[in-house]
T-cell receptor, first 112, second 113 residues
Framework: GESVGLHLPTLSVQEGDNSIINCAYS??????FIWYKQESGKGPQFIID?????DKRQGQRVTVLLNKTVKHLSLQIAATQPGDSAVYFC???????????FGTGTKLQVIP | DTAVSQTPKYLVTQMGNDKSIKCEQN?????MYWYKQDSKKFLKIMFS???????INETVPNRFSPKSPDKAHLNLHINSLELGDSAVYFC????????????FGSGTQLSVL
Protein backbone atom coordinates (compact mmCIF):
# COMPACT_ATOMS: atom_id res chain seq x y z
CA GLY A 1 0.00 0.00 0.00
CA GLU A 2 0.98 3.61 -0.16
CA SER A 3 2.59 5.34 2.76
CA VAL A 4 3.07 8.85 3.93
CA GLY A 5 5.78 10.44 6.03
CA LEU A 6 8.73 8.17 6.59
CA HIS A 7 11.02 10.85 7.99
CA LEU A 8 12.55 11.72 11.35
CA PRO A 9 10.67 10.28 14.28
CA THR A 10 12.04 12.82 16.81
CA LEU A 11 13.17 16.41 16.44
CA SER A 12 14.66 18.43 19.30
CA VAL A 13 14.84 22.21 19.01
CA GLN A 14 15.76 25.03 21.32
CA GLU A 15 12.97 27.32 22.43
CA GLY A 16 12.83 30.32 20.15
CA ASP A 17 14.39 28.55 17.19
CA ASN A 18 12.50 27.64 14.04
CA SER A 19 11.41 24.04 13.50
CA ILE A 20 11.03 22.22 10.23
CA ILE A 21 9.16 18.95 10.12
CA ASN A 22 9.26 16.96 6.91
CA CYS A 23 6.95 14.49 5.27
CA ALA A 24 7.18 12.42 2.10
CA TYR A 25 4.12 11.14 0.33
CA SER A 26 3.79 8.62 -2.47
CA UNK A 27 0.32 9.13 -3.94
CA UNK A 28 0.71 11.71 -6.70
CA UNK A 29 -3.08 11.82 -7.06
CA UNK A 30 -3.63 13.22 -3.58
CA UNK A 31 -5.69 16.39 -3.70
CA UNK A 32 -5.13 17.89 -0.36
CA PHE A 33 -2.74 17.79 2.58
CA ILE A 34 -3.19 18.59 6.24
CA TRP A 35 -0.85 18.89 9.20
CA TYR A 36 -2.13 17.74 12.56
CA LYS A 37 -0.69 18.22 16.04
CA GLN A 38 -1.20 15.58 18.71
CA GLU A 39 -0.44 16.49 22.30
CA SER A 40 0.04 13.82 24.92
CA GLY A 41 -3.25 12.14 25.89
CA LYS A 42 -5.25 13.94 23.22
CA GLY A 43 -6.47 13.36 19.71
CA PRO A 44 -4.82 15.00 16.70
CA GLN A 45 -5.82 18.60 16.04
CA PHE A 46 -5.82 20.46 12.74
CA ILE A 47 -3.01 22.98 12.28
CA ILE A 48 -2.91 23.99 8.65
CA ASP A 49 -3.84 22.63 5.24
CA UNK A 50 -2.81 23.06 1.64
CA UNK A 51 -4.37 22.09 -1.66
CA UNK A 52 -2.41 20.36 -4.38
CA UNK A 53 -2.61 23.42 -6.66
CA UNK A 54 -0.64 25.50 -4.14
CA ASP A 55 2.98 25.35 -3.06
CA LYS A 56 2.90 27.44 0.09
CA ARG A 57 0.44 28.46 2.74
CA GLN A 58 1.01 30.52 5.86
CA GLY A 59 -0.78 30.57 9.15
CA GLN A 60 0.01 32.04 12.51
CA ARG A 61 3.66 31.04 13.16
CA VAL A 62 3.27 28.05 10.84
CA THR A 63 3.96 27.64 7.15
CA VAL A 64 3.35 24.59 5.00
CA LEU A 65 5.35 24.01 1.84
CA LEU A 66 4.38 21.54 -0.84
CA ASN A 67 6.77 20.29 -3.48
CA LYS A 68 4.83 18.07 -5.84
CA THR A 69 7.86 17.35 -8.01
CA VAL A 70 9.52 15.38 -5.25
CA LYS A 71 6.31 14.61 -3.33
CA HIS A 72 7.45 16.40 -0.25
CA LEU A 73 5.60 18.38 2.39
CA SER A 74 7.06 20.39 5.22
CA LEU A 75 5.76 22.24 8.24
CA GLN A 76 7.73 25.20 9.49
CA ILE A 77 7.11 26.54 12.98
CA ALA A 78 8.57 29.94 13.73
CA ALA A 79 9.90 30.81 17.18
CA THR A 80 9.15 27.39 18.62
CA GLN A 81 7.60 27.43 22.09
CA PRO A 82 7.31 24.73 24.79
CA GLY A 83 3.62 24.43 23.94
CA ASP A 84 4.61 23.26 20.46
CA SER A 85 5.96 20.01 21.92
CA ALA A 86 3.81 17.29 20.42
CA VAL A 87 3.69 14.67 17.68
CA TYR A 88 3.04 16.15 14.26
CA PHE A 89 1.39 14.22 11.46
CA CYS A 90 1.03 14.98 7.82
CA UNK A 91 -2.04 13.56 6.16
CA UNK A 92 -2.91 13.19 2.52
CA UNK A 93 -6.44 13.15 1.26
CA UNK A 94 -7.56 11.35 -1.87
CA UNK A 95 -10.54 9.49 -3.27
CA UNK A 96 -12.87 12.47 -3.36
CA UNK A 97 -11.85 13.52 0.14
CA UNK A 98 -13.10 10.33 1.72
CA UNK A 99 -9.78 8.69 2.46
CA UNK A 100 -7.34 10.32 4.85
CA UNK A 101 -3.96 8.62 5.16
CA PHE A 102 -1.64 9.70 7.94
CA GLY A 103 2.13 9.70 7.95
CA THR A 104 4.18 8.07 10.67
CA GLY A 105 4.48 11.25 12.70
CA THR A 106 7.36 13.29 14.07
CA LYS A 107 7.80 14.02 17.74
CA LEU A 108 8.89 17.60 18.37
CA GLN A 109 10.67 18.25 21.66
CA VAL A 110 11.24 21.86 22.61
CA ILE A 111 14.17 22.45 24.93
CA PRO A 112 13.57 25.42 27.27
CA ASP B 1 -18.91 21.26 25.13
CA THR B 2 -16.86 18.43 23.68
CA ALA B 3 -17.30 18.18 19.92
CA VAL B 4 -16.33 14.52 19.53
CA SER B 5 -16.61 12.44 22.66
CA GLN B 6 -15.56 8.87 23.21
CA THR B 7 -16.23 6.54 26.09
CA PRO B 8 -14.54 5.01 27.91
CA LYS B 9 -11.19 6.81 27.95
CA TYR B 10 -9.45 3.73 29.34
CA LEU B 11 -10.43 0.12 28.87
CA VAL B 12 -8.53 -2.75 30.46
CA THR B 13 -9.80 -6.24 29.74
CA GLN B 14 -8.83 -9.87 29.42
CA MET B 15 -8.13 -11.72 26.19
CA GLY B 16 -11.22 -13.29 24.71
CA ASN B 17 -13.64 -10.71 26.10
CA ASP B 18 -16.03 -8.60 24.02
CA LYS B 19 -16.02 -4.84 24.48
CA SER B 20 -17.53 -1.72 22.94
CA ILE B 21 -16.33 1.83 22.52
CA LYS B 22 -18.85 4.59 21.95
CA CYS B 23 -18.46 7.80 19.99
CA GLU B 24 -20.72 10.78 19.61
CA GLN B 25 -20.25 14.06 17.76
CA ASN B 26 -22.36 17.16 18.25
CA UNK B 27 -20.97 19.02 15.24
CA UNK B 28 -23.66 17.98 12.79
CA UNK B 29 -21.05 16.24 10.65
CA UNK B 30 -22.00 13.65 8.07
CA UNK B 31 -18.95 11.41 8.10
CA MET B 32 -17.40 9.58 11.04
CA TYR B 33 -14.28 7.46 11.31
CA TRP B 34 -12.49 5.00 13.53
CA TYR B 35 -8.70 5.10 13.61
CA LYS B 36 -6.30 2.83 15.45
CA GLN B 37 -3.03 4.27 16.81
CA ASP B 38 -0.31 1.81 17.74
CA SER B 39 2.51 2.21 20.24
CA LYS B 40 4.65 3.93 17.60
CA LYS B 41 1.91 6.55 17.09
CA PHE B 42 1.04 5.29 13.63
CA LEU B 43 -2.58 6.19 12.81
CA LYS B 44 -4.42 3.73 10.62
CA ILE B 45 -7.93 4.15 9.33
CA MET B 46 -10.29 1.32 10.16
CA PHE B 47 -13.77 2.39 9.14
CA SER B 48 -15.69 5.34 7.79
CA UNK B 49 -19.42 5.96 7.82
CA UNK B 50 -21.32 8.59 5.92
CA UNK B 51 -24.89 9.21 7.07
CA UNK B 52 -25.03 5.80 8.73
CA UNK B 53 -23.66 3.99 5.68
CA UNK B 54 -20.31 2.22 5.63
CA UNK B 55 -18.05 3.77 2.99
CA ILE B 56 -14.56 2.70 4.02
CA ASN B 57 -13.70 -0.66 5.48
CA GLU B 58 -9.98 -1.23 5.56
CA THR B 59 -8.44 -4.62 6.15
CA VAL B 60 -9.70 -5.08 9.66
CA PRO B 61 -10.50 -8.46 11.28
CA ASN B 62 -14.21 -9.17 11.29
CA ARG B 63 -14.02 -9.30 15.07
CA PHE B 64 -14.34 -5.52 14.75
CA SER B 65 -17.85 -4.37 13.94
CA PRO B 66 -18.81 -0.72 13.67
CA LYS B 67 -22.39 0.37 14.21
CA SER B 68 -23.90 3.74 13.39
CA PRO B 69 -27.41 4.10 14.83
CA ASP B 70 -27.59 7.67 13.52
CA LYS B 71 -25.16 10.06 11.89
CA ALA B 72 -24.10 11.51 15.24
CA HIS B 73 -22.97 8.18 16.65
CA LEU B 74 -20.44 5.59 15.58
CA ASN B 75 -19.73 2.77 17.98
CA LEU B 76 -17.08 0.08 17.73
CA HIS B 77 -17.66 -3.42 19.03
CA ILE B 78 -14.78 -5.82 19.33
CA ASN B 79 -15.29 -9.55 19.83
CA SER B 80 -12.80 -12.04 21.22
CA LEU B 81 -10.19 -9.46 22.10
CA GLU B 82 -6.55 -10.33 21.38
CA LEU B 83 -3.31 -8.95 22.77
CA GLY B 84 -2.59 -7.27 19.44
CA ASP B 85 -5.76 -5.22 19.76
CA SER B 86 -4.08 -3.14 22.47
CA ALA B 87 -3.85 0.38 21.09
CA VAL B 88 -5.47 3.78 21.27
CA TYR B 89 -8.65 4.02 19.24
CA PHE B 90 -9.72 7.40 17.93
CA CYS B 91 -13.08 8.43 16.64
CA UNK B 92 -13.20 11.36 14.23
CA UNK B 93 -15.78 13.24 12.23
CA UNK B 94 -15.82 15.48 9.18
CA UNK B 95 -18.36 17.75 7.55
CA UNK B 96 -19.33 16.21 4.25
CA UNK B 97 -19.09 19.13 1.89
CA UNK B 98 -16.34 21.67 1.50
CA UNK B 99 -14.16 20.53 4.36
CA UNK B 100 -11.59 17.82 4.67
CA UNK B 101 -10.63 18.67 8.25
CA UNK B 102 -11.06 15.87 10.75
CA UNK B 103 -12.16 16.50 14.32
CA PHE B 104 -10.89 13.84 16.69
CA GLY B 105 -12.05 12.56 20.02
CA SER B 106 -9.56 12.22 22.85
CA GLY B 107 -9.10 8.51 22.27
CA THR B 108 -9.79 5.26 24.08
CA GLN B 109 -6.74 3.44 25.37
CA LEU B 110 -7.47 -0.27 25.15
CA SER B 111 -5.23 -2.67 27.03
CA VAL B 112 -5.78 -6.37 26.51
CA LEU B 113 -4.15 -8.54 29.18
Amino acid sequence: GESVGLHLPTLSVQEGDNSIINCAYSNSASDYFIWYKQESGKGPQFIIDIRSNMDKRQGQRVTVLLNKTVKHLSLQIAATQPGDSAVYFCAEISGGYQKVTFGTGTKLQVIP
Amino acid sequence: DTAVSQTPKYLVTQMGNDKSIKCEQNLGHDTMYWYKQDSKKFLKIMFSYNNKELIINETVPNRFSPKSPDKAHLNLHINSLELGDSAVYFCASRRDRGSEKLFFGSGTQLSVL
